[in-house]
Nanobody, 121 residues
């Protein structure tokens, strides 16, 4: 049974930083593609960044140069370092896991965490 639990969200002023974590359990974490997504009220969920089992990363254009996805396979944990935060980064942030190609499409991720709220003012 795959479990993903996000933490680290909160409120921060514009220009500030946050680091989100996603603790994974119940599967062979190191072999999965892991992604971070966000969703604003009334909008569709969008991909923020993803990392494959080799540590290769991909990012949405809107966060390139500001966000960094990393993973610790020994600790089964995924991270999202967010710097220079902007009000438009405010959203519920989710981590997700999938097998196969990375980053793939949002619909291909079949394991999701419960989300953690990020608010930038």
């Amino acid at each position: 049974h795959v479990q993903l639990v996000e933490s680290g969200g909160g409120s921060v002023q514009a220009g500030g930083s946050l680091r989100l974590s996603c603790a994974a359990s119940g599967y062979t974490y190191s072999s999965y593609c892991m992604g971070w997504f966000r969703q604003r009220p009334g909008e569709s969920r969008e991909g923020v960044g993803a990392i494959d089992h080799n540590g290769n990363t991909r990012y949405a254009e809107s966060v390139k140069g500001r966000f960094t996805v990393s993973r610790d396979n020994a600790e089964n944990t995924l991270y999202l370092q967010m710097n220079d935060l902007k009000p438009e980064d405010s959203a519920m942030y989710y981590c997700a896991a999938k097998v196969g190609s990375c980053p793939g499409k949002t619909k291909d991720y079949n394991n999701w965490g419960q989300g953690t709220q990020v608010t930038v003012s």
